[in-house]
Nanobody, 120 residues
C-alpha cells in the first residue's frame, strides 16, 4: 500500500537542467531516508544521492556540485535538481525510500523509474 512515483525525466542537451520528483503515498508511518539511484543498460544500479529524515545529504562523487537532493515533508516528496547535465548522466533514475509503514516494519520501496537522456 506504498507507492513511489517518479516524474520529470526527459531529453535535454548537455549543460541543461532537469528536476526529478518522487511522490510517496500510502500507509506510511515514518521515513528514515530517501534517495535517488540510476541505472544504464549492462551496468549495476548506482547511488546518486540520499537524504535522511534529519536532512543530512550524501552524493556520489560523479554528481557532487551539480545535483541537489531535497525533500518536502508535507507532500512526502523528494526532488533531485540536476544541473550541468552530461551525456554520462543518461540513465533510468529510480526513487528509493527507506520507510516504516503503519502496523508494519521498516523496509525499502522503489519507484518505476524515469528516463533521463542527455544529448551531446
Amino acid at each position: 500500500q506504498v507507492q513511489l512515483v517518479e516524474s520529470g525525466g526527459g531529453l535535454v542537451q548537455a549543460g541543461g537542467s532537469l528536476r526529478l520528483s518522487c511522490a510517496a503515498s500510502g500507509s506510511i508511518f515514518s521515513f528514515n531516508a530517501m534517495g535517488w539511484y540510476r541505472q544504464v543498460p549492462g551496468k549495476q544500479r548506482e547511488l546518486v544521492a540520499t537524504i535522511t529524515s534529519g536532512g543530512m545529504t550524501t552524493y556520489a562523487d560523479s554528481v557532487k556540485g551539480r545535483f541537489t537532493i531535497s525533500r518536502d515533508n508535507a507532500k512526502n516528496t523528494v526532488y533531485l535538481q540536476m544541473t550541468s547535465l552530461k551525456p554520462e548522466d543518461t540513465a533510468v533514475y529510480y526513487c528509493n525510500a527507506d520507510l516504516t509503514r503503519i502496523f508494519s516494519r521498516r523496509g525499502d520501496y522503489w519507484g518505476q523509474g524515469t528516463q533521463v537522456t542527455v544529448s551531446s
